[in-house]
């Protein structure tokens, strides 16, 4: 017969595998995104990068902040998840009604040396 705690411990696993699949599934759809963007085929590659930067400079951040209240409050995870999941919300949030229609950046104008957005035709 099974303890309670077994229990417990397969509970967790599955929404670690759930939540894990989640992010995968979210993730492999962002790194879509510079190819749809981007003004040629040869900014794909810039605009990659200052994405894959821009992440890590989130992990670096976040992993650094976790260890730190780990640290100030004994071992206790709670802030640290906490925060990352409110960081979650909010970054849904911002997809969901700040970024607006996604639209492939057009090369320099010659006149003013601004990037202008016009709308994909490759995303409906």
């Known amino acids: 017969m099974r303890s309670r705690r077994s229990y417990r411990r397969h509970g967790r696993d599955r929404l670690l595998s759930i939540s894990y699949a989640g992010l995968a599934f979210a993730g492999a759809n962002i790194w879509t995104l510079p190819g749809d963007v981007a003004p040629t085929k040869a900014h794909v590659a810039s605009i990659g990068g200052i994405q894959n930067f821009a992440s890590n ?6 992993t650094t902040f976790t260890g730190v209240m780990v640290s100030l409050t004994k071992g206790s995870f709670f802030i640290p998840l906490a925060v990352a999941g409110g960081i979650s919300i909010l970054g849904a949030a911002s997809y969901l009604f700040i970024v607006g229609e ?20 490759s995303v409906a």
């Open 102 to 121: 996604i639209a492939r950046l057009r090369p320099r104008d010659e006149d003013d040396g601004m990037l202008a957005a016009e709308p994909s035709k």
């Open 57 to 62: 400079i989130a992990g670096i951040a976040l």
